[in-house]
């Protein structure tokens, strides 16, 4: 029953990881291409960006395109992280 749980939880952040990746480019892109003013830190689009992505910062600028790229980053991002978290609880049960 752990493979079948580990083989889900490694699926789930095999997909999740990269959406989130993707939407975070997609999202940075905006940001840069409507000329809005970054936070601290999250300017050079590294893992700030993500951070900011995930703590929902887009929400000021209330921008319909913003909110879908920055949403679908923000919840794949999270899917990733409790989904790496869970595979690394199940590794360490399994041995």
């Known amino acids: 029953m752990f493979d079948f749980w580990l083989f889900l939880m490694l699926g789930l ?3 999740a990881g990269p959406a989130h990746i ?4 997609l999202a940075h892109r905006h940001h ?3 000329g809005w003013l970054f936070a601290e830190g999250t300017e050079d689009g590294q ?3 993500s951070g900011w992505l995930m703590r929902r910062g887009y929400t000021a600028y209330a921008d319909r395109d913003m ?3 920055g949403f679908w980053a923000m919840l794949s991002g999270w899917l990733a992280a409790l989904a790496i978290a869970a595979s690394a609880v199940l590794i ?3 041995q």
């Open 13 to 15: 952040a095999g997909s």
């Open 22 to 25: 993707g939407f975070r480019l």
């Open 32 to 34: 840069r291409d409507r």
């Open 47 to 49: 893992w700030g960006y």
């Open 67 to 69: 909110g879908f790229f």
């Open 92 to 94: 360490s049960v399994r």
